[in-house]
């Protein structure tokens, strides 16, 4: 269902936010991923969406496309600009009344009490507005928020480790470290990185279209297992699981454990 609607929160570290609509909704949420051509909106921007409701999780927007408005918003809070305001044309006034508002038609439902996760102040889940996300001019680039951290994030890291991978394949079938011929074991890993590649894939399709979801130990256990290089790939190419610091530290985990298991192998098989 098409939407359209306003920017009501949004946390530029995590790549997400929240926008309002004219019936009432303020807890629709997005990810900047979603948002046509990569760009963050600004807090108060008129942006157009597809409506999807994920069971158990509420409404999310996909497809978001930005109608333009807008303004940075002083650091002492990061809701969207004119939340408070009365009169203004095209737009909702909030009447006080015990800390509601009622919407006045052609416009979303404000209130002079923003949601309880608004930014007023430091929390561990926010943080002050900063000249990267809401100080920064519309249409601005973007610097130094949301890039991706880790091997993800350097590639000269994943060449040097892939080199270090092949190397001590290469020392692994020499010396018959283990009990398989060399075409099965390079057949098997490439197989396994093949299922990788299309593990992060379906997990990305299920995360727009609402489905089941692809557990992320599943995509650890196969990185894990030699489908790391392929791991990385799909991260890239996909542009999924490569924002998520917790994950991308858990993957760089299971790349030198990988690449630890294989020099042992490599060691006690001389």
Same mark, same amino acid.
């Given at each position: 269902?098409?939407?359209?609607?306003?920017?009501?929160?949004?946390?530029?570290?995590?790549?997400?936010?929240?926008?309002?609509?004219?019936?009432?909704?303020?807890?629709?949420?997005?990810?900047?991923?979603?948002?046509?051509?990569?760009?963050?909106?600004?807090?108060?921007?008129?942006?157009?969406?597809?409506?999807?409701?994920?069971?158990?999780?509420?409404?999310?927007?996909?497809?978001?496309?930005?109608?333009?408005?807008?303004?940075?918003?002083?650091?002492?809070?990061?809701?969207?600009?004119?939340?408070?305001?009365?009169?203004?044309?095209?737009?909702?006034? $909030?009447? =006080?009344? !015990?800390?509601? +508002?009622?919407?006045?038609?052609?416009? *979303?439902? %404000?209130?002079?009490? #923003?949601?309880?996760?608004?930014?007023?102040?430091?929390?561990?889940?926010?943080?002050?507005?900063?000249?990267?996300?809401?100080?920064?001019?519309?249409?601005?680039?973007?610097?130094?928020?949301?890039?991706?951290?880790?091997?993800?994030?350097?590639?000269?890291?994943?060449?040097?480790?892939?080199?270090?991978?092949?190397?001590?394949?290469?020392?692994?079938?020499?010396?018959?470290?283990?009990?398989?011929?060399?075409?099965?074991?390079?057949?098997?890993?490439?197989?396994?990185?093949?299922?990788?590649?299309?593990?992060?894939?379906?997990?990305?399709?299920?995360?727009?279209?609402?489905?089941?979801?692809?557990?992320?130990?599943?995509?650890?256990?196969? $990185?894990? =297992?030699? !489908?790391?290089? +392929?791991?990385?790939?799909?991260?890239? *190419?996909? %542009?999924?699981?490569? #924002?998520?610091?917790?994950?991308?530290?858990?993957?760089?985990?299971?790349?030198?454990?990988?690449?630890?298991?294989?020099?042992?192998?490599?060691?006690?098989?001389?």
């Amino acid at each position: 269902m098409t939407q359209d609607g306003e920017v009501l929160r949004f946390d530029a570290e995590r790549g997400f936010g929240f926008i309002g609509t004219a019936d009432g909704r303020r807890d629709i949420f997005f990810h900047v991923r979603d948002v046509r051509g990569g760009e963050a909106p600004n807090l108060g921007e008129r942006v157009r969406f597809e409506r999807i409701d994920v069971g158990g999780k509420g409404p999310r927007a996909m497809a978001v496309q930005r109608l333009g408005g807008g303004r940075a918003v002083p650091s002492a809070g990061a809701t969207a600009p004119g939340a408070a305001r009365t009169g203004s044309p095209g737009r909702s006034a $909030a009447k =006080a009344d !015990g800390g509601t +508002a009622r919407a006045i038609p052609g416009g *979303a439902s %404000r209130t002079a009490d #923003r949601a309880p996760n608004r930014t007023t102040g430091p929390t561990p889940n926010n943080r002050r507005a900063s000249p990267t996300d809401s100080d920064r001019r519309p249409g601005a680039p973007r610097r130094g928020n949301g890039h991706p951290r880790g091997l993800d994030g350097q590639p000269w890291l994943f060449a040097l480790a892939v080199l270090a991978w092949l190397v001590l394949l290469v020392l692994v079938l020499r010396q018959g470290a283990l009990p398989v011929s060399a075409p099965a074991l390079l057949g098997g890993l490439a197989l396994l990185n093949v299922a990788t590649f299309i593990a992060y894939a379906s997990d990305k399709n299920a995360a727009q279209q609402g489905r089941w979801r692809t557990p992320e130990n599943t995509l650890h256990a196969l $990185a894990l =297992a030699g !489908g790391w290089p +392929a791991a990385w790939l799909a991260q890239r *190419a996909l %542009r999924h699981k490569s #924002r998520k610091a917790e994950f991308l530290a858990v993957y760089v985990v299971t790349v030198l454990l990988n690449l630890g298991a294989l020099a042992w192998l490599a060691w006690h098989g001389r």
